[in-house]
T-cell receptor, first 114, second 118 residues
């Protein structure tokens, strides 16, 4: 069994300030972890993924995430928010093996103020 | 094509009508997934195919929902006798698994079909 908890339904930041979107997971197997972004009326776009290599993962648009097994966390960060980052962000876990069926968190809405 | 293609992009159905939603995955992608995303929620798993075999349909909410992928490429999600609670965005994703069982590139999602039942 696997599950994902995104701790904040909304995060509000000012442009140019750091972004932190929190994600905790549980999985019966060693997981693969992903962050996806969804802009309004757009499809889901992969930001970054962790499979089994480096625990600090760099993604597109300056985002990165760190896999911390001891804390079962995979928080998403960005040093400086841009207005175009405003969107819905989903943390996703899938088992490494078997069906690979991914499970989504409920999402975090990132609001960026000018 | 380069991505996952879903059609139609929008569908309005009268309650009780049957609908069929199409997903054209990336060529060569073995795995195909269907998700339902209600307004303001995260995507919820519906069903999973590996090639033409439907290996998991545990997320289908009722027997009104049926999915198929007869030749291991294009998939169709059919909803019979639609009801208002079926209104949602239906997402399709495909993925490719390498020899080491690792996912390659992650999951690629289509833009979805927004179904509105009136």
């Amino acid at each position: 069994a696997q599950s994902v908890t995104q701790l904040d339904s909304h995060v509000s930041v000012s442009e140019g300030t750091p972004v932190l979107l929190r994600c905790n997971y549980s999985s019966s197997y060693s997981p693969s972890l992903f962050w996806y972004v969804q802009h309004p009326n757009k499809g889901l776009q992969l930001l970054l993924k962790y499979t089994s290599a480096a625990t600090l993962v760099k993604g597109i648009n300056g985002f990165e995430a760190e896999f911390k097994k001891s804390e079962t966390s995979f928080h998403l960060t960005k040093p400086s928010a841009h207005m175009s980052d405003a969107a819905e962000y989903f943390c996703v876990v899938s088992p490494r093996g078997g069906s690979y069926i991914p499970t989504f968190g409920r999402g975090t809405s990132l609001i960026v103020h000018p | 094509g380069a991505g996952v293609s879903q059609s139609p992009r929008y569908k309005v159905a009268k309650r009780g009508q049957d609908v069929a939603l199409r997903c054209d995955p990336i060529s060569g992608h073995v795995s195909l997934f269907w998700y339902q995303q209600a307004l303001g929620q995260g995507p919820e798993f519906l069903t999973y195919f590996q090639n033409e075999a439907q290996l998991d349909k545990s997320g289908l909410p009722s027997d009104r929902f049926f999915a198929e992928r007869p030749e291991g490429s294009v998939s169709t999600l059919k909803i019979q006798r639609t009801q208002q609670e079926d209104s949602a965005v239906y997402l399709c994703a495909s993925s490719l698994t390498g020899r080491s069982k690792e996912l390659i590139y992650g999951y690629t999602f289509g833009s979805g079909t927004r179904l509105t039942v009136v």
